[in-house]
Nanobody, 123 residues
Framework: QVQLVESGGGLVQAGGSLRLSCAAS????????MGWFRQAPGKEREFVAA????????YYTDSSKGRFTISRDSAKNTVYLQMNSLKPEDTAVYSC????????????????WGQGTQVTVSS
């Protein structure tokens, strides 16, 4: 049974940092792309960043590039999202997801999802 479990969310002031974790279990993810998505109230779910598990190649949006860093620890089967210089508009539920083989920014392309973790950035 595949499980993706996020942690690390919370309340932080603007300009602060948080590190989200996504612990993956239930299968080998060596051929998967791991993505982080977020969804703010009343808005569509949007892509934040992704990493190819096997090569470590990373992908970002214009909004996340330079402020967020995605990484993975193969020994711990865990993917991280380091978020710096947080802004109130980063407030959302952040979810990790896994997609077999190829990178995509479309949430509908991902096969497995975690339950999400709330990130709230106060001004």
């Amino acid at each position: 049974q595949v499980q993706l479990v996020e942690s690390g969310g919370g309340l932080v002031q603007a300009g602060g940092s948080l590190r989200l974790s996504c612990a993956a279990s239930g299968r080998s993810f060596s051929e998967y792309v791991m993505g982080w998505f977020r969804q703010a109230p009343g808005k569509e779910r949007e892509f934040v960043a992704a990493i190819t598990w096997s090569t470590g190649s990373t992908y970002y949006t214009d909004s996340s590039k330079g402020r967020f860093t995605i990484s993975r620890d193969s020994a711990k089967n865990t993917v991280y999202l380091q978020m710096n210089s947080l802004k109130p508009e980063d407030t959302a539920v952040y979810s990790c997801a896994a997609r077999y083989t190829y990178y995509s920014t479309a949430a509908s392309d991902y096969d497995y999802w975690g339950q999400g973790t709330q990130v709230t950035v106060s001004s």
